[in-house]
T-cell receptor
């Protein structure tokens, strides 16, 4: 079945770049997403990439997609203490649910800790 | 501003009791979803709805039910609460289209004793 894997923890120093990696299994996924969860809150969409793209940049965020290896990464430049959160990778679950983005398969989340 | 709200934020109940968690959105979204978040499992889909009177089972639907009588609300009912249902529950909504973001509520922390 479909699965999304990501490492559970990442620790970086303030000002450094953070790279969070994710692998997925559903080759039919049209969109791949990164969500951010701050303590006590729900998830918030950070960015997404369409499957026919290799890279997407949005201010400090860079998303890289390697479709051949089914590998997705999120790079945060100049990481700040306010970036400390859990980051979830997600893919569409087209095989079971089809169209809507809500039928996503989420990874377990990577907890990013930023040390001053 | 449009929003999605969940209530209560925290709930403690006893095994065997029926519990209903509320979810209300003012985005006018057709799609609504319930997830549970557990350590070591990430988020798992419980039930979802694509519109009024439409409900569908997700990955972990056993022991849960939903109803969709209007666009704004998708209450989640635990028919007979079990300790395995202790979790944080998130409601979400979205518009149509793969690039439409999921909007999440702030969650309900449910403890079944």
């Amino acid at each position: 079945g479909e699965d999304v894997e990501q490492s559970l923890f990442l620790s970086v120093r303030e000002g450094d770049s953070s790279v969070i990696n994710c692998t997925y299994t559903d080759s039919s996924s049209t969109y791949l997403y990164w969500y951010k969860q701050e303590p006590g809150a729900g998830l918030q969409l950070l960015t997404y990439i369409f499957s026919n793209m290799d890279m997407k940049q949005d201010q400090r965020l860079t998303v890289l997609l390697n479709k051949k290896d089914k590998h997705l990464s999120l790079r945060i430049a100049d990481t700040q203490t306010g970036d400390s959160a859990i980051y979830f990778c997600a893919e569409n679950n087209w095989e079971n649910y089809g169209g809507s983005q809500g039928n996503l398969i989420f990874g377990k989340g990577t907890k990013l800790s930023v040390k001053p | 501003d449009a929003e999605i709200t969940q209530s209560p934020r925290h709930k403690i109940t006893e095994t065997g009791r029926q519990v209903t968690l509320a979810c209300h959105q003012t985005w006018n979204h057709n799609n609504m979803f319930w997830y549970r978040q557990d350590l070591g499992h990430g988020l798992r889909l419980i039930h979802y709805s694509y519109g009024v009177q439409d409900t569908n089972k997700g990955e972990v639907s056993d022991g849960y039910s939903v109803s969709r009588s209007n666009t704004e609300d998708l209450p989640l009912t635990l028919e007979s609460a079990a300790s395995s249902q202790t979790s944080v529950y998130f409601c979400a909504s979205s518009d149509l289209g793969g690039n439409s973001p999921l909007h999440f509520g702030n969650g309900t922390r449910l403890t079944v004793t």
